[in-house]
């Protein structure tokens, strides 16, 4: 299964989670279900956002190429040092590593100020990444900028 | 620009949400279709932020609470007894149904000698012991606010005292109500829920869903400044504080809806960032509260 599949069947599961809550708004009179059921339309809408976004990212991305591979997207490459000077401080944009790619944090709402739990921008966070978003589809809404060296 | 939309459903109704279960028990109570609860309220290491938090609770207020709710058993601060007497209450309660709430971490070091919250039959009764005595006979612990939720500034670095959140010392679930303070409405909403159907729905950080589900910035009133790139240079503008560090996209409650101190403001209502107090790895891990030195504008 490629990722366009996932996305796919992802974004299918949702719209039926969406269609069953629906359903259970319609019979539902209690104002504290009716409430949970809300919280979870709109948990489901924001999930439905994030994978809009990733299956765009996939499609511009695996134009000619079949699938989504960041490595084949972008060819500049970045050293440790390279990467440190794109903190987010002065101006720089905030770029993170994960995995051997950059990506690009500025304008990505969880890193306010380029800085995001404790993590600052212009590093490998790798292990960081692994250890909190492992299994997350979090990656495929970040703009790759390179490779690190 | 900073009033939520209430003609949304989905608002109004979050807003109601404490409002409603709360008077829902209140009758039942008076229907006499559940009892009244046992309540104890343990301030342990932190600013007794959040008993005072609860005072200021408005629709539900702490009176409702103390006369229609709960026999409000022990709370140090507000209680008449004092002394030997206070701490015979307090642990009177053993062998009783009663709900635990528990604002302030837990100091560990030196066997939790840094907090001791009384004297009872000649010993010392530290923070650490009352809430491994109490905490596994309680029917539900509930931990008040950050500190007690996560450890929060108490446990801050560099944390002399060792301090930890309730959860870490106890085997059995808590249900976390974090927040610097805890906003009453969650505190007095989540207590009329258990008392009148059980645990309420918790998500994977045991934080009820209905007042932890949504983030900051899925509801903020500020939010249309940020997906169309407006942002705020300094604080004093009316605009997206995501370039000044606002923590609200990554902190989970309902601050924008349900705003403070008899719903009058809340942080960014008043041009001042979300430092994410609401947020596990709060403060340390929220910080810094305020950059200016910070990336270009796109």
């Not at chain 1, 990733?54 to 190429?65: E, H, I, P, R």
């Not at chain 2, 140090?76 to 604002?103: C, R």
């Not at chain 2, 810094?288 to 990336?295: A, E, L, Q």
Request: aromatic residues 8%; charged residues 20%.
């Amino acid at each position: 299964m490629n990722d366009h599949e996932i996305f796919m069947n992802l974004i299918k599961n949702n719209i039926s989670e969406m269609q069953d809550t629906i359903d259970s708004l319609y019979v539902s009179c209690n104002a504290c279900t009716k409430n949970i059921l809300l919280n979870r339309l709109r948990k489901n809408m924001s999930n439905l956002s994030m994978l809009v976004q990733g299956l765009q990212n996939s499609a511009s991305a695996s134009v000619g190429t079949g699938t989504y591979n960041p490595q084949q997207n972008s060819t500049r490459m970045f050293t440790t040092a390279d990467l440190a000077k794109y903190n987010g401080k002065d101006g720089n944009p905030a770029y993170v590593a994960v995995n051997g790619t950059v990506y690009d944090v500025t304008n990505n709402a969880a890193w306010a100020a380029a800085t995001h739990f404790g993590l600052t921008a212009g590093r490998d966070l790798t292990s960081e990444f692994t250890s909190c978003h492992a299994g997350q589809p979090v990656l495929s809404r970040l703009k790759v900028v390179g490779m690190m060296a | 620009m900073n009033e939520p939309n209430l003609n949304c459903t989905n608002s109004k109704m979050r807003l109601e949400t404490a409002s409603v279960l709360v008077h829902k028990a209140i009758n039942a109570i008076g229907q006499n279709k559940i009892k009244k609860g046992n309540l104890i309220w343990l301030e342990l290491t932190g600013c007794s932020g959040n008993i005072i938090s609860l005072l200021d609770g408005a629709d539900p207020n702490f009176k409702n609470l103390a006369t229609q709710m709960v026999n409000f058993i022990y709370d140090n601060s507000l209680m008449a007894a004092e002394g030997e007497s206070a701490m015979e209450k307090l642990f009177g309660v053993i062998g009783n149904d009663f709900i635990l709430a528990v604002e302030g971490a837990v100091s560990t070091k030196n066997d939790g000698l840094y907090n001791i919250i009384g004297r009872w039959r000649g010993q010392a009764v530290t923070a650490f012991d009352a809430i491994k005595m109490l905490g596994e006979k309680a029917s539900y612990v509930v931990a008040v606010g950050t500190c007690a939720s996560d450890g929060g500034i108490s446990a801050a670095r560099p944390n002399p005292a060792a301090c930890v959140g309730t959860q870490n010392l106890l085997g059995r679930k808590v249900i976390k109500l974090p927040g610097c303070p805890c906003h009453p409405d969650w505190f007095l909403g989540t207590l009329a829920y258990i008392l009148m159907f059980g645990e309420p729905a918790l998500d994977d950080r045991n934080r009820p869903i209905m007042f932890y589900s949504t983030l900051i910035h899925d509801m903020c009133p500020r939010r249309p400044y940020f997906d169309q790139g407006i942002f705020a240079s300094q604080l004093g503008e009316e605009t997206c504080m995501f370039k000044l560090g606002c923590r609200g996209p990554v902190t989970r409650v309902d601050c924008p809806i349900r705003k403070w101190n008899n719903r009058v403001n809340w942080p960014i209502g008043d041009n001042s960032p979300c430092i994410g107090c609401a947020m596990f790895g709060f403060p340390d891990r929220m910080e810094p509260f305020i950059s200016y030195d910070t990336t270009r504008k796109e």
